[in-house]
């Protein structure tokens, strides 16, 4: 018996099966980002209208914390997330401190209004940045850690989920995670896994909690499944780790977070999870059925592309930090 044409048909289809998947991940996998020259400025108190150049994160930190907020129509959610967060920092003056409001190309003039806030607030820098194009709050995140200025940075989701006084806790456990640390690379992340069984979660509905648990499988495969809750929005960084994670950061949807979190693995980038307080807020952006989808595939496409080693972490981005660093990062 010929078994030739059997072995033929088996191996041409292989290779057809294999580039289309191929195809597909070129297909999915998302563009380089694009930074348009107007959105490497900002505006603020002192100069409203005229907009001035952004620093880049290699420059040296010249403020103790950024506050890192993406926006996208937030009218609504933002001024008492922002008033509670003023409050905080006006409590705690020493620490030198600005804030980074990053609109993502909101039609409701997310940007005006937190340019009010901005002329409002003598004591606090608040700064605006306005992206041309909605890119996903990935896309917002990426770009405010990249372009501010502190020695540490927190990213917070602008409807005021968190307690913004919460930040005290992650503050603490960097500064656990820094010590005997020399190069202070390190991240503390805020973690709701603690309410799972509380009223909070199980108010949720069965569709979105059985999400959740399928989303959890997917990441224990990933390779973060050592964290609870990698979609916290309240997670701070020391400068260090923000120069190593973020220049290597490609996807840009609600799922970038899961790229942080591995890229940190993969740096060796010691993280703590801290449990915090949340309650939701509604008016979330979040369509349970299509971003769940979205981000089923993005996980797929972040794993292909690390496996095949389309997307790497970069040596070059890591960075011996200068002594002056190190030795004032200790407040
Ligand atoms: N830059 C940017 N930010 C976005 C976008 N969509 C949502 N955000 C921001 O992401 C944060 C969280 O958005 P939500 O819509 O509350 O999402 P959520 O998953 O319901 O959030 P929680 O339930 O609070 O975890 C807010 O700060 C939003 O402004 C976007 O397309 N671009
Ligand atoms: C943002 O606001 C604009 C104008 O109000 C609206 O057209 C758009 O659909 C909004 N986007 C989202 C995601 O809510």
Redesign the pocket.
Known sequence: MDQAPVLYAFVSFLVFLISSLYAALIFWSPQSIITYSSEKKYRCRTSPNKPIPLPYIDDPATVDLSII????N?TKRMPRMLESTIKHILSIPERKTEILI?D?GSADGTADLALEYAKENLEVEIRVIT?EK????G??VRHGMLHARGERLLMV???G?SRFEDLELLWAALDRLDEGNPNHVAIAVGSRAHLVKTEAVVKRSFLRNLLMYGFHTILRVLGVGHIRDT???FKLFTRTAVQQIFPCQHLTT?IFDVEVLLLAKMLRIPVEEVPIEWH??A????NVVTDSLQMLRDLLILRANHLLGRWKVSQNTVKIVPSELISRTSM
């Open positions: 907020v993406p926006t996208y937030e990053i993502d992206r909605n890119s996903g709050k896309g917002a989701d602008a409807d989920a979609q916290c929005g609600w939701e807020v008016g979330s952006k979040l």
